[in-house]
């Protein structure tokens, strides 16, 4: 099943609910997965695609709760929160920071990173192996941190 058809049918649910926070999360994801397809290079939708599309969607709103938390507006920032519950449930699960770690110390053991120098490389196939289930920021703070 295709992640637009798990949306549809979790709208037909939520709406069936009345479950307005679930619904507008989901709304959000099916927009985003409409404009995807609709933006005129013609490339179909994969699960790599599906994973990248959700993880930007749950940044922007990280991102937007950041500054919603920063100018006291928590009217704001409880909508934002919402939103990335509901889009994390489609997100595969995310990997523990210890296993983030071991995953991190088996590629620079493969690459023979030594140095700050090899970030690049190590960040590239970590951020491949690591697909949908990390976040960016946090594999590079471990690459950092492991090659300092």
Not at 10 to 19: F, G, P, R, S, W
Not at 66 to 95: C, F, G, H, W
Not at 96 to 117: F, N, P, Q, V, Y
Request: hydrophobic letters at 40%; zero cysteines.
């Amino acid at each position: 099943m295709t992640l637009e058809e798990r949306i549809i049918a979790d709208m037909k649910t939520a709406m069936k609910a009345k479950d307005k926070v679930s619904l507008r999360g989901i709304r959000a994801i099916k927009s985003a997965i409409m404009l995807q397809k609709t933006d005129g290079t013609g490339k179909e939708l994969n699960a790599e695609g599906e994973i990248s599309l959700l993880q930007k969607l749950v940044k922007s709103r990280q991102d937007s709760l950041d500054i919603y938390t920063k100018q006291n507006r928590e009217d704001l920032a409880v909508t934002e929160r919402e939103e990335i519950d509901v889009i994390s449930k489609y997100l595969p699960e995310q990997l523990s920071e210890d296993e983030l770690g071991a995953l991190i110390e088996s590629i620079i053991a493969k690459t023979g990173a030594s140095s700050m120098r090899d970030m690049g490389k190590v960040m590239g196939m970590a951020n491949k192996e690591a697909a949908g289930r990390a976040d960016g920021k946090t594999i590079a703070a471990l690459v950092k941190a492991k090659l300092a």
